[in-house]
């Protein structure tokens, strides 16, 4: 259909703002976003849908046209509800790049349109696809109602008989049809065999849908969710930037032989599906904001006090109904690409916002517990941990390095190929604002000593931070107080409590040699207070002060610190 044809239709309440002369452009599809840079989901011809929750200055215009321009849409149509009317700038922004720009009446959803735009261009195949919007329009709504990918999905299922399942670039199911659930679950092994498979295929270049034959000759046919045009698949640079993030639709059938009709809804239904995976992205902002936020306050060395203050309103985002974190981990990423310019830190950043949700937990919301920044090529992700045993940070951290490796690693290394690289590092679990500046460099230096390991993704933990290690000279500052934070940060919290005098009673008992009687007498106690005392120093700590390896860490740590 011409964009032209859109004005036709008084029901869509469009109105022209600029473009008559570029009325006759073809409309291929249609995409509804608020993302500031929608660029890696566009594939050109679409009318572009937004309701302008990314404009908050009059530059963020010429950007967004821009965007829009290199991508080659057909046209922008901006909603009226956020801002009651379109911007000037963004008017001006639209006739200097020769964009068409229409407005869209607060009263008319983007639904409506959407479902006239994909009848039009799809009249050829309307008996399928328009069972698809009739049915999934909720899908295409704003507000909670949505219904997310598993509403589009059961339509494969129940009109079609397909079984259908939406996976991250890693393996994660993101959403399943109900025919799918009806029956085996695709095992672990499988979904990270496919997302690896897909993610080699679009490295080699190769049109979809990607074919797998896997079990007992079962085949299974890959779709990249929003991706473009069969016969232009994407090339290095653009392909670098977002093939480690992509969602993937799964669907068991063999689509070699589908007709052109067929394949062509399956991208429409990938289409709609990108749909959900724009807002899980455009609901992150916050959390990145946050998260930024945070990591420039540590960086600047800002007063611990500062950076409370910040830690407490990220908290309640990220632990709803909790109010506050009890301790945080820091994980840091860095995605590094030989021969080219691309930028690794945006890469790493939405890496990371997948790879951090538990890989057993169906659906995007267990995201929105995590915050990722990125600065350069790196990213650093804030994990709040809601409570852990003993209340002690080196109880079992919730994010394991060797975890982390384990689920994502055979997936991950098709997508980078061989001129990828992901490395990641892990730091312990700490108590406080205090020991967040030592957090990061802990899990910068973790990364650091992955990255000196062969392989495209390597990761590695604070545990490998051994003690000895903290004594050599190259090791930065923030490191030996992330160690020091982690043996006395729990006693100096619980002194401030209780009034326990734990950390000096601790630096008696070192300096009596382990003595009971020797320590008792010097603190004036009785030697079972001694006992309580040493056993609560065990307990909040995780040592054993009968140990000579843990006695030499606290008196590091005493000493360090």
């Not at 109904?321 to 310019?341: D, F, K, M, N, Y």
Request: net charge negative; aromatic share 4%; charged share 25%.
């Amino acid at each position: 259909m011409r964009l032209r044809a859109l004005l036709d239709t008084d029901a869509l309440g469009l109105r022209l703002l600029g473009g008559e002369e570029e009325l006759d452009r073809t409309v291929r599809g249609v995409m509804t976003t608020d993302l500031r840079d929608p660029s890696r989901y566009l594939s050109g011809g679409e009318l572009v849908l937004t309701g302008l929750a990314w404009h908050r200055e009059p530059a963020d215009s010429e950007r967004f046209v821009r965007i829009l321009t290199a991508a080659g849409v057909a046209g922008l149509a901006a909603g009226e509800a956020e801002l009651g009317s379109v911007p000037e700038d963004l008017m001006v922004a639209c006739a200097r790049h020769r964009l068409p720009l229409f407005s869209v009446v607060e009263d008319v959803s983007f639904a409506s349109i959407t479902e006239h735009v994909v009848r039009q261009v799809s009249s050829e195949r309307a008996g399928d696809l328009a069972a698809v919007v009739d049915r999934h329009r909720r899908l295409m709504s704003a507000g909670p109602a949505g219904g997310g990918p598993e509403v589009v999905l059961d339509l494969l299922g129940s009109d079609l008989d397909l079984r259908a399942w939406v996976l991250s670039a890693t393996g994660r199911q993101i959403a399943g049809s109900a025919l799918a659930g009806q029956g085996p679950a695709l095992p672990a092994t499988l979904r990270a065999r496919l997302a690896g498979e897909h993610l080699a295929a679009v490295r080699a270049g190769r049109r979809w849908p990607h074919r797998v034959t896997a079990g007992a000759g079962t085949t299974y046919s890959l779709f990249p969710v929003g991706g473009g045009g069969r016969e232009t698949p994407r090339e290095g640079h653009e392909v670098r930037q977002t093939v480690l993030s992509e969602w993937l639709l799964v669907v068991e059938a063999d689509a070699g032989d589908w007709p052109e009709e067929r394949l062509d809804l399956l991208q429409g239904v990938t289409q709609l599906i990108a749909v959900e995976r724009d807002r899980r992205d455009a609901a992150r902002t916050v959390r990145r904001r946050l998260a930024q936020e945070v990591l420039e306050l540590v960086q600047a060395s800002a007063p611990p006090a500062e950076i409370a203050a910040r830690l407490r309103v990220a908290a309640p985002v990220l632990l709803p109904g909790l109010g506050t974190a009890p301790h945080w981990q820091v994980v840091v990423a860095r995605v590094e690409w030989s021969g080219t310019e691309v930028a690794g830190g945006p890469v790493a950043q939405a890496l990371l916002e997948e790879i951090l949700v538990d890989p057993t937990a169906p659906g995007p919301e267990p995201s929105d517990r995590i915050a990722v920044a990125h600065t350069g090529d790196e990213a650093v992700a804030l994990v709040p941990l809601p409570a852990l045993a003993g209340d002690a940070p080196d109880a079992e951290p919730a994010v394991r390095a060797d975890a982390l490796l384990a689920a994502v690693r055979e997936p991950l290394a098709h997508g980078l190929a061989d001129d990828g690289r992901l490395t990641i590092g892990v730091s312990a679990a700490v108590l406080s604002a205090e020991g967040l500046r030592g957090a990061v460099e802990e899990a910068r230096h973790a990364r650091r000593v992955a990255a000196a390991r062969p392989g495209s993704v390597c990761a590695a933990g604070h545990q490998e931070l051994a003690s000895h290690v903290l004594l050599l000279p190259f090791v930065p500052d923030d490191v030996r107080r992330a160690f020091t934070a982690r043996l006395l940060d729990p006693l100096r919290e619980y002194d401030r409590r209780h009034r326990a005098e734990l950390v000096p009673t601790l630096e008696a008992f070192l300096a009596a040699d382990g003595s009971w009687t020797r320590c008792a007498t010097r603190l004036h106690l009785h030697v079972n207070t001694l006992r309580y005392r040493v056993g609560r120093i065990e307990q909040l700590t995780g040592r054993d002060l009968s140990r000579l390896e843990d006695k030499l860490d606290f008196f590091l740590a005493l000493r360090l610190g």
